[in-house]
């Protein structure tokens, strides 16, 4: 236990030293300041509708007093603009009504502002009022996207930070010494996973707090982040294992950084049929974790299955990981 706190004491000291280090600790928050700044501008403002022009005019009229309006010539039009990326419902006509469309994935704030609208238009009076205001106070598919992204991006970064300490100590041949001492290998990766951790709990409480204030239960973000720590040293391990100098960690972290955040994200627009795809994968579980806390009102799964399963699923990737990278960590792979 006492060789194993010393070997975090000095990573801690050498993270902060390290400016390329260093800089993996703090783009994150900086880049939760950028987004609390910009993001209210990213999102509308307000309600948007694809209409079709075979809608009644006075209608459409009524409708704009609601929000945007983006007139169509065919309902085919207004079906392509639905199953764009944003959350943007449709009205078209069938049977000689007008019918709303949506693809299935838009916030249900979204999906009901536009039931209640074309209601009150074709009621032919304004029947209620919309204030779009906080940021926290309504989701969207972009600023889920968009926050989600990052509070991933700064639990993947304690696995970083701490695998660059391995590629350090493999480079300087720092490693070899260490050989030679009582640390044995699973000493040394609990070490290296338990200042993971701690970094990427710092940067992800900070992440967390910038976006969100105190808007969110961090009791759960607490269980989140304990139920991340195996993911978290999934990465550290390939990392530190897969990379002999810091060239090729880039390159490692090139691959696996677009694959555990495209991940989640891609599962975003499947519909739910086919979202057992992505059931294999930790992060899409730690995906759907975070999101049930974060915007509770988009959840599927709640919060304790996909917690379970993230754990699960990352001892299993952690233990195929160490028999890919055992011999690369230390010599004779002790």
Known sequence: MKQILILMRQDLATALRDNILLYMIVAPLLLALVVRAFLPAVESAGITLAVSSE??????????????????????????????????????????????????????????????????????????????????????????????????????????????HIIDEKDSKAVNALAVTPLNLSRYLTARSLIALIIAAVITFGTVLILSGSEINYLLLTVAVIASALLIALFCLLIGGLANNQISAI????????????????????????????????????????????????????????????????????????????GRLMPRGR
């Open 55 to 164: 809608v009644d005019r006075q209608v459409i009229e009524g409708l704009k007093e609601y929000g945007d309006i983006e007139v169509y010539a065919t309902g085919e039009e207004v079906r392509e603009r639905v199953e764009r990326i944003d959350a943007v419902p449709g009205i078209v006509m069938e049977d000689g009504k007008p019918v709303l469309l949506y693809e299935g994935n838009e916030p249900e704030n979204i999906i009901e502002s536009g039931h209640v609208v074309l209601a009150a238009s074709l009621a032919g009076k304004r029947m209620v009022r919309f204030d779009f205001v906080s940021l926290g106070e309504s989701s969207s598919i972009i600023r889920e996207v968009i926050v989600l992204s990052l509070v991933m991006l700064a639990l993947l970064l304690g696995g970083v930070v701490s695998g660059f």
């Open 251 to 326: 390159a490692v972290i090139k691959v696996l950084m677009p694959l555990y955040l495209a991940v989640p994200i891609i599962s975003l627009f499947v519909s739910e049929s086919l979202q057992a795809i992505f059931f294999p994968f930790p992060n899409y579980w730690q995906f759907q974790m975070l999101r049930s806390f974060l915007f509770g009102d988009s959840a599927v799964f709640g919060f304790w299955r996909p917690a379970l399963f993230t754990v699960i699923l990352s001892a299993v990737f952690l233990l195929l990981a160490l028999k890919l990278t055992r």
